[in-house]
């Protein structure tokens, strides 16, 4: 029991079920490479360059999960927006309104 509780709460879990998560972090970790090596050649500093690696990671991260996170959010609010739709359409099926709205619809000449 306490193995698939504490399975639950790990950083590999929150990467594996939390979309964006992944590619931010994978992103974030080839940032971070570039940009303190980058900056170990600029300066030949390796505690310099360490900050600069953990300041180009974070800055990574963060700038490809808000407009993900963003973009997902926005996806799942058209699907709910689909669901109920379906689901009106489904429980309107056969009522007078539904043919009401149906005639509304068809293109063609209106009198």
Same mark, same amino acid.
């Given at each position: 029991?306490?193995?698939?509780?504490?399975?639950?709460?790990?950083?590999?879990?929150?990467?594996?079920?939390?979309?964006?998560?992944?590619?931010?972090?994978?992103?974030?970790?080839?940032?971070?490479?570039?940009?303190?090596?980058?900056?170990?050649?600029?300066?030949? #500093?390796?505690?310099?360059?360490? !900050?600069?690696? $953990?300041?180009?990671?974070?800055?990574?991260? %963060? *700038?490809?999960?808000?407009?993900?996170?963003?973009?997902?959010?926005?996806?799942?609010?058209?699907?709910?927006?689909? #669901?109920?739709?379906?689901?009106? !359409?489904?429980? $309107?099926?056969?009522?007078?309104?539904?043919? %009401? *709205?149906?005639?509304?619809?068809?293109?063609?000449?209106?009198s």
């Amino acid at each position: 029991m306490e193995d698939d509780e504490k399975s639950k709460w790990g950083p590999k879990h929150f990467i594996q079920n939390t979309p964006c998560a992944r590619n931010s972090f994978l992103y974030g970790m080839g940032g971070g490479a570039i940009g303190g090596f980058a900056y170990f050649l600029w300066t030949s #500093n390796p505690k310099r360059s360490y !900050h600069a690696l $953990m300041a180009s990671f974070t800055a990574t991260v %963060l *700038l490809y999960w808000f407009p993900c996170r963003y973009q997902y959010a926005q996806q799942r609010i058209k699907q709910r927006k689909i #669901n109920q739709g379906l689901k009106t !359409h489904i429980v $309107m099926q056969g009522t007078p309104e539904a043919e %009401l *709205l149906a005639s509304a619809m068809e293109p063609g000449p209106k009198s």
